[in-house]
C-alpha cells in the first residue's frame, strides 16, 4: 500500500470528480505519496499542526490496473526512493480514508489502524 497525506478540501473534491489531484500532480507532473515507514517524517516535515488532513491509503496494484504510472524516485533531500503517481487516482485505488491529526505538540503519529499493521 502507499499512503497520500491530503488536505481534507482535496479529497472532498475528489467526491466530486471521482479522482484525487492534488496541486503537486499539476505543478510537478506527479502526485507524491509515502510508504508506511515514510508517514510520519513527511507529516512531521511538511504538515506540522495541520488539522485539515486525511490519510490516503492507495492500492498501488489497483493504479497499475487502472494504467496510473507508479514509479519510485530518489529524493535525495531525505536520502529516499518515494513512490511518485503520475496521474489521478481513482477512488476505486483508495482503500481507506484514515483520520489523521496532530498530537497536542502538533507531531503526528501513524492512525491505530496502521499501528496494528505493524503489532500483528
Do not use: C
Not at 533531500?77 to 518515494?82: L, M, P
Not at 513512490?83 to 503526528?108: E, Q
Amino acid at each position: 500500500m502507499l499512503y497520500r497525506i491530503a488536505e481534507l478540501a482535496h479529497w472532498q473534491q475528489a467526491q466530486q470528480t471521482g479522482f484525487f489531484a492534488s496541486p503537486d500532480l499539476q505543478a510537478e507532473g506527479f502526485i507524491h505519496t509515502s510508504e508506511r515507514h515514510q508517514v510520519v517524517e513527511t507529516a512531521s516535515r511538511y504538515y506540522r499542526g495541520r488539522q485539515d488532513l486525511v490519510l490516503l491509503e492507495l492500492d498501488e496494484a489497483a493504479l497499475v490496473a487502472a494504467g496510473v504510472a507508479v514509479k519510485r524516485e530518489w529524493a535525495p533531500s531525505r536520502g529516499q526512493h518515494f513512490a511518485h503517481v503520475f496521474g489521478p487516482i481513482p477512488l476505486a485505488a483508495v482503500r481507506r480514508v484514515l483520520d489523521f491529526t496532530p498530537t497536542d505538540d502538533g507531531d503526528f503519529e501513524l492512525p491505530n489502524a496502521l499501528k496494528e499493521l505493524i503489532d500483528n
